[in-house]
């Protein structure tokens, strides 16, 4: 029976790993290895541009420089035909964006660029908008008056919205399965945490600015918004939401 091979490479933290193997049983026929030549990006770029911290960064020529020396690494080991070979595949750490143009070629070979972080491949482990993250938490923790509240940022599909309240859903379904069955009585207390929208302007320049009497004003504004979604403010709450969206009005006026 006539043989036929799949070669298989993965493309780890450090360095790039292939295999050969024999696709009727399995079997490895070859391994090959190649390291990154800039490893993992964390201090500053080829060009010399210094990287904040909790940067962590790749080189796409890595990637295509260690694709060659490994498939060809494991070519050079094995005794079969070329033409037997039928398949490959690739895998990478999980969370691996490289930004690319039209054409798909990586936006840090554009000389354009090359000296913006931002056009690298971002590892599993960078972690640059943490600050941003605890930041924003801070905020919105303050805004409710409840220190324990789990606050996310995500993207959601309308950008036009900044935030949401969404429920838990394990208490959801607890509530809905007591009225159901008529014991509502054992219902829980709602609980709900905060969705940021990490595609809106209004939560990214929420998040760049430090924080100060308007940020928290902002912040207010914002939680209180996601409340009217869900329910009716109460007497006082509402009073203090006017008050607030006026003071709003005259910052924006001064502008």
């Given at each position: ?184 009585e054992f219902?829980m207390p ?5 969705v940021l ?59």
């Amino acid at each position: 029976m006539k043989q036929t091979y799949t070669i298989g490479v993965d493309f780890g933290t450090q360095s790039a790993r292939a295999v050969l193997c024999r696709v009727s049983d399995g079997a490895v026929l070859s391994e090959s290895e190649c390291p990154y030549a800039h490893g993992v990006m964390s201090d500053r770029l080829p060009c010399g541009t210094p990287l904040p911290p909790d940067y962590a960064l790749q080189h796409p020529q890595d990637f295509l420089d260690a694709l060659h020396a490994t498939v060809h690494g494991v070519l050079a080991k094995a005794d079969i035909n070329r033409a037997d070979i039928i398949g490959m595949g690739m895998d990478f750490t999980c969370s691996t964006p490289l930004p690319v143009d039209k054409a798909g070629t990586p936006l840090c070979f554009d000389p354009r660029f090359e000296r913006n972080p931002h056009a690298y491949i971002k590892l599993w482990k960078h972690h640059a908008a943490q600050w941003e993250a605890a930041r924003l938490t801070e905020l919105m923790r303050e805004a409710s008056g409840n220190m324990d509240l789990t606050v996310e940022v995500k993207p959601l599909v309308n950008d036009s919205v900044p935030v949401m309240l969404v429920e838990d859903e394990q208490t959801r379904r607890f509530n809905d399965m007591g009225r159901i069955y008529g014991h509502s009585e054992f219902t829980m207390p709602a609980k709900y945490s905060v969705v940021l929208n990490s595609r809106s302007r209004t939560i990214e320049k929420l998040a760049a600015r430090e924080k100060d009497e308007r940020s928290v004003l902002l912040a207010r504004q914002l939680y209180d918004l996601a409340e009217l979604s869900r329910q009716p403010l109460e007497a006082e709450q509402m009073t203090e939401f006017i008050r607030r969206s006026m003071e709003i009005v005259d910052i924006a006026a001064q502008m």
